[in-house]
């Protein structure tokens, strides 16, 4: 009796033990483990999801059971219970290759399979921002080969996406639009208060995305998507650390971050921290072109005593002096689900830039001495508060849906003083901006899918201004960059986009929008001589979209899509049109119309034995209504007194239309299961109804990569490189800038690159990188800085344990 009670307790001890057996699941080329893997039974009954250690129990599944296991990022996987045993309770799973094989998207906000999307999008797994480590979320762009990136100071980067930039394309983070009433024409640097290390994932949607994100959405929309509070998928209560450092040598970098997660059941927190101090940049020695005295032989030492500013000389002329800056990003959230019928989650995401010098005004010259003696950027400052309402409980209205409420604030600065000059001229400007966003999904039947929702956008602008002298500490107002009495910038506007799968080779979707969007600003008299003080504006924009995506065969899928973009003028359009010019004013035009793009394109991917594939994308747009600078009459006149002097009268007007062509082709061939090769080559071209180049036009840019990876390391070996545009070629903005071409235009330029990342012990990695290998000098087109010489990068990461 006793051997058969002490036979009883072990089969019971060993039922548990197997009931409660604990299943990893990791990536079959490197091994590392795969959170975010759900895990059900094939009659879908039981569910459960990785950790972070891409681990899961099976406790609640039957002995007979068949277990689905599925992640967006891997092939499906169908295995018997029973089976698991057998393999050391470790699952692998292949990771997909080509996105003809189920790849997942974040497509029009929701989460689609990308081969019934007709749109072009690239995603950003954080896996790869890790493994190339980029300083900053332009760099990131730019490390995607489809995104050009200008930038006018180290601490930037202006990202240009089919023919547009600044505020023609449009940044999104966390579902809500960052665009704000002052983002401007001309090159911007938000993308830069973006920290890389805090995203789950992003996407680069190419193309008019106005139907879904409203305006600004001209040449894409780039969508950023921190990491989620996650929540304790076995157990009750679990915690993960992750943190890195990096080291660069070309601008003396030194990056700290850390990211922590408390997660139980139903509450979860995530924290992630980052600081970066960046010192001058280093360019490269060998030169391209003829840029044989390039950048700043001299910089400017404060006035001294005598009061006179002293120019001296660099030691050193691959040193781009002054260049440094700073940059903190905090990310906090809390994320709550009292039930299966929806959760909450709150956000806070805090970044800040210490003074960020302007490296292209700072090497202008005026005659033989320097045009400036100081021209900087103060902190950039970013926060935004979000508060998201997910809903899962299916009724007649939706199936799913999205509700946040979000406030974003916004501080920068302009700081200048001529070369010799006492005036030290301070601009300031904040904008609060209010957010609220509604979107549902609603499954019609079995072949239609429906997703609408709706946007409210307000920004209250204020904006400052004044003189101090240098000398005697003296202050006096000056002209503001806005209105400094009242701005109000809003819009509205509803969408709707229809999914309808014909049949398993053919889906179509179409979408409309209408947006409205008003203006109003009010400024005093103060430090303006305009004969008048408000402007009012008011635009409606209706817009949409259609395309279809036809898997003809297995391995070979063609879109095609045509659709509507716009952008409402704003407050820098409409206001900023005070500063006057020699002999000149511009005066407000209440008859400002939204830019408007009608764009097609056509792609074709295709597989070779999923050994291969090859996509190619041809794109075509006419923008019209194009808000340029032009002679205006104003009650009547063509010139009035302003400022004591009788001025020629100027407005923003809709008068230039234009056309942009591009393509872009890429290849991926698997030459192994772990050596890759990829490559990627971006064209464009566009001119005016003048027959003028566009200024956002880039050259054309591409890049090649090989790459190896096993469970030890992953080892890329990459050339990033961009075609030339002849002098005469330029845009006319860009002829004005000779200090930042060569006589014979924007010369083409190559590098040669090398990083790797190398599993030192279980989570711990270390990453290292050789950039412009050759030490090449060179300067991206339009921008004010060159590129970063031969670089030298150490990093360690320790992943989640």
Known sequence: ??????????????????????????NSINENPIPGVIISDTAKTHYRVSNSKGEFSLESFSEYDYILIQHNYFLPLVISKDSIQFINNTISLQEVTFEMEGFTVMGNKWEQDKKELPISITEIRAKEVSFQSPQTTPDMLSNTSKVFVQKSQLGGGSPMIRGFSANSVLLVVDGVRMNNAIF????????????????????????????????????????FHTKEANFCTEGKFDIDIDAFTRANTVNSEMTVGFGLD????????????????????????NHFGNYPDFGKQYYVVGQTDSGNDTMVNVDDPTMMTPSFFSLTNINQKFRYKPNNKFDITYSYIFSTTSNIP??????????SNLKYADWYYGPQNWSMHNLRLRLFRANKAYDSGRIIIAYQRFDESRNDRKFGGTAFRHRSESVDLYTFNADFSKKLNEKVNLFYGGEIAINDVSSAAYSQDSKTDA?????????????????????????????????????????????????????????FSDINLTNQAPNGSIGIAYMLKEDLQINAN??????????????????????????????????????????????????????????????????????????????????????????MQNVDNATIFGGVASLNINITKRLKFRTVYNISTGEGSDGE?????????????????????????????????????????????????????????????????????????????????????????????????????????????
């Open 1 to 26: 009796m006793y051997k058969i009670i002490t036979l009883l307790v072990l089969l019971i001890a060993l039922s548990l033990s197997a009931n409660s057996q604990i299943i990893r699941v990791v």
């Open 475 to 531: 202050v006096e107002l000056i002209q503001t960059r806005y209105p400094n009495k009242s701005n109000l910038y809003s819009s509205a506007g509803v969408f709707m986009n229809l999914k309808y799968s014909i049949n398993k080779k053919l889906s179509l979707l179409a979408g409309l929008r209408y947006s409205i969007i008003h203006l109003q600003s009010t400024f005093d008299t103060t430090t303006n001589s305009l004969p």
């Open 262 to 285: 408390l997660k139980w059941k139903n509450f979860s927190s995530h924290t992630q921290f980052l600081r970066s101090d960046f010192s001058n940049l280093h360019a490269g020695k």
């Open 358 to 367: 302007r490296y292209d005004r700072l090497i202008q010259y005026s005659g």
């Open 693 to 801: 180049s566009l200024r956002h036009i880039s050259p054309n840019f591409g890049s090649t990569s090989l790459s190896f990876e096993n469970k030890y390391f992953k080892a890329s070996i990459y050339s990033n490189y961009s075609a030339s545009i002849a002098f005469e070629d330029l845009a006319l903005s860009e002829k004005s800038k000779t200090y930042m071409y060569t006589p014979d235009g924007a010369e083409r330029w190559y590098t040669l690159n090398f990083r790797t990342d190398v599993k030192i012990y279980k989570n711990l990695h270390m990453n290292f990188a050789i950039e412009n290998i050759l030490d090449r000098f060179y300067i991206p087109y339009a921008s004010g800085i060159p590129a970063p010489g031969r670089n030298f990068m150490i990093g360690l990461r320790l992943y989640p344990f």
């Open 184 to 223: 401007r024409g001309g090159n911007l640097q938000n993308s830069l208060n973006i920290d890389p290390n805090s995203l789950g994932h992003a996407e680069v949607i190419f193309g008019p995305g106005s139907v879904t994100y409203g305006s600004d959405a001209l040449g894409g929309v780039m969508d």
């Open 562 to 651: 045509m659709g509507t973009g716009f952008r409402a003028p704003n407050l820098d359009d409409v206001a900023k049109v005070f500063d006057s010019e020699p002999g000149s004013v511009v005066v407000p035009n209440s008859d400002l119309q939204p830019e408007y793009v009608y764009s097609a394109e056509i792609s074709v991917i295709k597989s070779f034995n999923k050994i291969a594939q090859l996509e190619l994308t041809a794109y075509a747009s006419y923008v019209d209504n194009i808000i340029v600078r032009r002679d205006f009459i104003f009650n009547g006149a063509d010139s009035i007194m302003y400022d004591g002097s009788m001025s020629k009268v100027q407005a």
